[in-house]
């Protein structure tokens, strides 16, 4: 598998956002109309290793865009996870498979759901609004 890159666009304080998908193509997809729109973007395809990341990152991420459906771990259960150690962390949940009811039974604190297939300007318009929260 490819390794993703991260990418740094000089962002205003506050501008970091962490894209999740165990779908490189789609890591890649997101994190480049996102540091197009003048956010820095932390790509993952492993939702653990963004465990590791929000621990350590300096600064921190303001939102966390992830898959629900991954190997490794669910969308939700990353949200969940990321939010204990990170509980400013706004977040955006996109999936393919399921639909925005899950968020409502589920106790991962979810800002924002997508549906697959989006398009660029609905995921930068749900990240810029969740940046102004």
């Known amino acids: 598998m490819k390794k993703l890159k991260s990418v740094r666009v000089k ?5 970091l956002v962490f894209v999740v998908d165990d779908n490189a193509m789609l890591v890649e997809f997101a994190a480049t109309f996102l540091q197009a729109a003048g956010y820095a973007v932390k790509p ?7 465990l590791a990341a929000m621990r350590d990152s300096k600064p921190k991420p303001v939102v966390l865009v992830t898959d629900y459906e991954m190997a490794e771990m669910n969308g939700l259960d990353l949200i969940r996870s990321s939010l204990k150690i990170h509980p400013a962390l706004k977040t955006v949940l996109v999936s393919g ?3 925005g009811s899950i968020t409502l039974t589920h106790t991962a604190k979810v800002h924002c759901f997508l549906g697959k297939p989006y398009e ?6 749900a990240v810029a ?5």
């Open 11 to 15: 962002p205003a304080s506050g501008r």
């Open 44 to 50: 993952f395809s492993n939702p653990k290793a963004v």
């Open 97 to 99: 498979t399921v639909d």
């Open 129 to 133: 609004e969740l940046m102004r929260m």
């Open 120 to 125: 660029p300007a609905q995921s930068k318009k």
